[in-house]
């Protein structure tokens, strides 16, 4: 029976290598989106998405830029947040932005509203520098709210425990975008604290190189479907051997050995 157990482990085997890379490919594929969504070109963050707007689907980690006034008033710091190993907070700080020519008037910004912006990273929030203050021109990458993992144990305090949009609205007087902004500059805003990276962005989506994961999965099914075809045959081949051992003519099989088959042509019948 070698012969048979030498294709039964060489296609396993081949079954195996060929599904772990296309999954390889799969995960490249998504990390090169991802790279190469936050080194694209930054847009105006009217081109893809206005205060009262849902957060798009394409627009996560995309660079944006947008200009306003900082709140200093109404910083706030995002508990549970990793850079290099270590938990800190996050920093954010709402810009207040126009959002758009078209809300821009002779009197000023006729429809303003805030993008909170994550300025960077502070060990411990009493070690945190000031908030930024004046007038900027910002470039970040856009990210949507994040859902409430837990319950806001102190609302008067300026800590949260994650950055949802609708925990933010009693903290500011003009409406919120519907997502936020990780700072990349200007650099100074972020003065004393650590730079908040792309690195902490959100993977690409599962759905990003589909088909290269599908493939993967196909490949692990053949590996399992030949597991199956050498025992299968193996059995057979071990039944049969057993029958010719026991002096049968010829193999029992399945259904004779439940009772079911025809009996032996050369066992004469009863008259």
């Not at 790279?35 to 707007?53: I, K, N, R, S, T």
């Not at 990458?141 to 837990?150: F, I, K, R």
Request: one cysteine or more.
């Amino acid at each position: 029976m070698f012969l048979l157990h030498v294709p039964a482990v060489a296609a396993v085997v081949a079954a195996v290598l060929l599904g772990n890379w296309q999954l390889g490919a799969w995960q490249m594929h998504r990390e090169d989106r991802s790279a190469e969504l936050a080194d694209a070109d930054p847009v105006p963050l009217q081109d893809v998405m206005g205060p009262d707007d849902v957060f798009p689907a394409d627009g996560v980690g995309r660079p944006v830029t947008l200009a306003g006034e900082w709140r200093p008033d109404s910083v706030v710091y995002v508990a549970d947040r990793v850079l290099d190993g270590d938990d800190g907070f996050w920093m954010v700080v709402p810009l207040v932005t126009c959002g758009g020519p078209e809300s821009v008037s002779e009197s000023g910004c006729a429809d303003p509203a805030s993008m909170p912006v994550v300025t960077g990273w502070t060990a411990e929030v009493e070690d945190a520098p000031g908030p930024p203050t004046g007038d900027a021109e910002v470039t970040g990458w856009l990210q949507p709210g994040e859902g409430a993992e837990e319950p806001d144990a102190d609302p008067a305090d300026r800590v949260l425990p994650s950055l949802r949009i609708a925990e933010l609205l009693q903290r500011v007087d003009e409406d919120l975008y519907g997502g936020y902004v990780i700072l990349e500059s200007p650099a100074e805003a972020r003065s004393g604290l650590s730079a908040v990276t792309p690195d902490s962005l959100p993977e690409a989506p599962t759905s990003t190189a589909l088909r290269n994961l599908l493939y993967g999965i196909e490949w692990w099914l053949f590996a399992g479907f030949a597991v199956f075809l050498w025992w299968r045959w193996t059995k057979d081949e071990v039944d049969a051997m057993r029958a010719r051992a026991a002096g049968d003519v010829s193999p029992v099989s399945d259904d004779a050995q439940d009772g079911s088959a025809v009996p032996d042509a050369r066992i004469p019948s009863e008259p």
